[in-house]
């Protein structure tokens, strides 16, 4: 038995990151060892939670992922509480509750407790919760949080509601403008991580004064379904570099220990002035590097090494980011050109660009298949100077347009590739 917590929502924007940041933070203060997960396939939020709990947050994802069960058991059993992020509102998912936290949360029998933004509401709100808890059967809703509670008779009425809607208030969140949450850039720029810390030690002061916390994880004690054992690994003899900064940190926690499984990595930083380690596998995740273009135009001779290892027929995989970082050229949303490394012919532009979202099936010519995300604002103006190798599909089987890209052993695209249950050296076969 211990407890474990699923932080859902009615909605996106009713304040769930900032108590899930709060609630880590406040158990770890308490000395307790609290893993963090992630419903879907958010690269960002799981910054926000590492960072409050001080372990990686691992993303729960029904698309992406394989085995939750065993996922969640084998990153869940050393802590002492587990607590879980939602994605959107608890019943939305790519096709109606497919993929929602509610079907994870029935899934691995997490309870739930709803945090309820009560900016513009009151009792109305207990048909709402009562039709939360009921809706889908088998899921453990346990009780609400009500966010953004603008007094004492406000909170009375929220009360109210909560006790004829059957499901006990563990507390009311006041309205507190300084716990916006942070800039979404905010999470990957190391250089602003006191502006992140002070913003999650207020989150966790807040949650202490008005959540009972006792009765929060006493409401949520449950039996923890230990993984399956699994036999240990050799490990492979490869060396893998793999970028990590500012620019570049999109990634997902069993992708890094799948790399890791193939051998030695080397961490480097482009900003930072780093060179090329000396690598069988180069990776590049996705981030932001658009907004770090001048740093990482400096550093010109980390970008003649990794064309000089491209020409050489190095395996390289860039992502989103790191694929943009491979190209020609980037032309920022003004209009400024800035040159990349050049092992693609491709020129990225951030001009007029829209977002680009959803899952993909990933189906390569060699006949390997991957599943990823594809999450971006950038557009390519030649998308046709490097040959896809790949065909891309929606969770529907529709086609998307999206590239693949393969020069000699270069695999870049857009789509950001999930491998935990797959063979990465699959994408060079």
Same mark, same amino acid.
């Given at each position: 038995?211990?407890?474990?917590?699923?932080?859902?929502?009615?909605?996106?924007?009713?304040?769930?990151?900032?108590?899930?940041?709060?609630?880590?933070?406040?158990?770890?203060?308490?000395?307790? %060892?609290?893993?963090? &997960?992630? *419903?879907? $396939?958010?690269?960002?939020?799981?910054?926000?939670? !590492? +960072?409050?709990? /001080?372990?990686?947050?691992?993303?729960?994802?029904?698309?992406?992922?394989?085995?939750?069960?065993?996922?969640?058991?084998?990153?869940?059993?050393?802590?002492?509480?587990?607590?879980?992020?939602?994605?959107?509102?608890?019943?939305?998912?790519?096709?109606?509750?497919?993929?929602?936290?509610?079907?994870?949360?029935?899934?691995?029998?997490?309870?739930?407790?709803?945090?309820?933004?009560?900016?513009?509401?009151?009792?109305?709100?207990?048909?709402?919760?009562?039709?939360?808890?009921?809706?889908?059967?088998?899921?453990?809703?346990?009780?609400?949080?009500?966010?953004?509670?603008?007094?004492?008779?406000?909170?009375?009425?929220?009360?109210?509601?909560?006790?004829?809607? %059957?499901?006990?208030? &563990?507390? *009311?969140? $006041?309205?507190?403008?300084?716990?916006?949450?942070? !800039? +979404?850039?905010? /999470?990957?720029?190391?250089?602003?991580?006191?502006?992140?810390?002070?913003?999650?030690?207020?989150?966790?002061?807040?949650?202490?004064?008005?959540?009972?916390?006792?009765?929060?994880?006493?409401?949520?004690?449950?039996t923890f379904v230990e993984p399956r054992t699994e036999p240990a690994f050799a490990r492979g003899g490869m060396r893998i570099a793999i970028a990590r900064d500012e620019a570049f940190n999109f990634t997902y926690i069993e992708n890094l220990e799948c790399l890791e499984r193939l051998g030695e990595v080397s961490w480097f930083s482009p900003l930072a002035g780093d060179g090329l380690p000396e690598t069988d596998l180069l990776y590049l995740p996705g981030g932001y590097p658009e907004l770090f273009v001048e740093q990482l135009a400096a550093n010109r001779q980390l970008m003649s090494s990794i064309r000089d290892f491209a020409l050489a027929g190095g395996r390289i995989l860039a992502e989103c980011g790191g694929m943009i970082y491979l190209s020609k050229a980037l032309t920022s949303a003004g209009g400024a050109r800035t040159e990349m490394c050049?092992?693609?012919?491709?020129?990225?532009?951030?001009?007029?660009?829209?977002?680009?979202?959803?899952?993909?099936?990933?189906?390569?010519?060699?006949?390997?298949?991957?599943?990823?995300?594809?999450?971006?604002?950038?557009?390519?103006?030649?998308?046709?100077?490097?040959?896809?190798?790949?065909?891309?599909?929606?969770?529907?089987?529709?086609?998307?347009?999206?590239?693949?890209?393969?020069?000699?052993?270069?695999?870049?695209?857009?789509?950001?590739?999930?491998?935990?249950?797959?063979?990465?050296?699959?994408?060079?076969?």
């Open positions: 038995m211990k407890p474990q917590v699923l932080i859902a929502a009615p909605a996106s924007g009713s304040g769930k990151t900032t108590f899930t940041a709060g609630l880590l933070r406040s158990l770890r203060r308490r000395g307790l %060892g609290v893993q963090p &997960f992630k *419903c879907g $396939p958010d690269y960002i939020d799981p910054i926000f939670h !590492s +960072r409050a709990a /001080g372990r990686r947050s691992v993303n729960l994802d029904s698309w992406l992922c394989g085995d939750l069960a065993h996922l969640y058991g084998r990153y869940g059993s050393g802590a002492d509480v587990c607590v879980t992020e939602g994605v959107m509102g608890l019943f939305d998912g790519y096709d109606r509750m497919a993929g929602s936290s509610a079907e994870i949360g029935r899934l691995l029998g997490i309870p739930v407790v709803l945090v309820a933004g009560a900016k513009s509401t009151a009792y109305t709100v207990a048909a709402q919760l009562h039709g939360m808890k009921i809706f889908m059967p088998g899921l453990n809703v346990v009780g609400v949080v009500f966010n953004q509670v603008a007094s004492g008779r406000h909170s009375r009425l929220l009360l109210q509601a909560a006790e004829d809607a %059957g499901l006990p208030c &563990f507390g *009311c969140l $006041p309205r507190a403008g300084n716990l916006e949450v942070p !800039s +979404r850039h905010l /999470g990957l720029t190391i250089s602003a991580q006191s502006e992140m810390e002070e913003w999650i030690s207020c989150a966790a002061d807040m949650v202490e004064a008005n959540i009972d916390i006792d009765a929060l994880l006493a409401s949520c004690e449950t050049g092992v693609l012919p491709i020129e990225p532009t951030m001009e007029g660009a829209k977002l680009h979202l959803g899952y993909r099936s990933v189906k390569l010519s060699s006949g390997a298949e991957f599943r990823g995300h594809e999450f971006h604002y950038s557009d390519v103006t030649n998308p046709g100077a490097v040959e896809s190798v790949a065909e891309q599909f929606d969770v529907r089987g529709c086609r998307v347009a999206t590239p693949l890209y393969r020069y000699k052993n270069v695999i870049a695209g857009y789509t950001h590739l999930y491998w935990g249950d797959n063979d990465i050296m699959k994408l060079w076969d």
